[in-house]
């Protein structure tokens, strides 16, 4: 009876999560991840249409508002479009999203932070531990060094990778700007024609074969070069991290946060 009764209280005390775009590579990795994890359970994921249903044992939707009912916490790494439909009805229940989703404008992000004055929203261009702590490293080394020391950012993803530079790329730049105390707009460069101003946060991009994700932070100055870089092997890294995230929200207020208040830096 004692073992029933525990069982019963681990149920209770599981986490729903759902996952926008359950069939796509980061949706597997997410699957993989939770599957794993005795503190959460899936009980619903999205499809961009629903033409050809895939076999699973979820309930299967194309619905945004049916999917933020059917979990405590969504996790989405789609497209910009689709997680801001997805964002407003995650809102309306007042319950969590994870949002790994790259490429927003200004206007769409604008319309995410406006979710999270009712939804707990966790927002990240990187969800790894080591992506995050190399975010603090690069801003930290920017602050020490002056504009003598060139700052250039290059990375690598997948083949079929939309959006560049790399969500990941552009949160490594803002945390450079921010060691540095100037905006990344005003500094961000990523043409490569004509001569490098002192300054310039430059960015370049490579794009091919099945790989997970490359970054690099180069500080060149007179003589010696530091280099401060990550390496993704796989997925899992981002989905145990978005999934830590989603069980750090539950008892959080409504509001937008990244995985800095989730680690701890």
Not at 20 to 43: D, H, V, Y
Not at 158 to 180: E, I, V, W
Request: a positive charge.
């Amino acid at each position: 009876m004692k073992k029933s009764k525990g069982k019963l209280i681990n149920m209770i005390d599981q986490l729903t999560l759902a996952i926008a775009g359950f069939t796509g590579r980061m949706g597997q990795a997410l699957i993989a991840s939770a599957q794993g994890n005795e503190r959460i359970k899936i009980t619903a994921g999205s499809v961009r249409t629903m033409s050809a249903q895939p076999a699973t044992d979820l309930y299967v939707t194309s619905n945004p508002a049916i999917l933020a009912d059917k979990a405590e916490a969504v996790i989405d790494f789609t497209t910009p479009e689709a997680t801001i439909a997805l964002a407003r009805e995650v809102a309306r229940t007042g319950g969590i999203m994870i949002v790994g989703t790259t490429g927003f404008s200004d206007g769409q992000q604008k319309k995410l932070a406006e979710c999270a004055s009712s939804a707990r929203i966790i927002q990240s261009g990187n969800f790894s531990l080591g992506v995050n702590i190399l975010e603090s490293l690069v801003e930290r080394t920017a602050a020490l060094l002056n504009e003598q020391y060139d700052i250039e950012i290059n990375e690598m993803h997948h083949k079929y990778k939309k959006d560049a530079p790399s969500g990941t790329a552009l949160m490594l730049g803002r945390a450079a700007a921010k060691g540095r105390g100037v905006s990344l707009d005003s500094k961000k460069v990523v043409d490569r024609a004509g001569e490098r101003k002192v300054g310039d946060i430059g960015f370049s991009v490579l794009r091919g074969g099945d790989v997970v994700g490359i970054h690099n932070v180069l500080f060149a100055g007179g003589g010696e070069l530091i280099t401060l870089s990550h390496h993704g092997f796989s997925r899992a890294i981002y989905a145990n991290g978005a999934i830590a995230a989603a069980l750090w929200a539950r008892d959080k207020k409504a509001g937008l946060y990244s995985m800095h208040d989730v680690i701890g830096l």
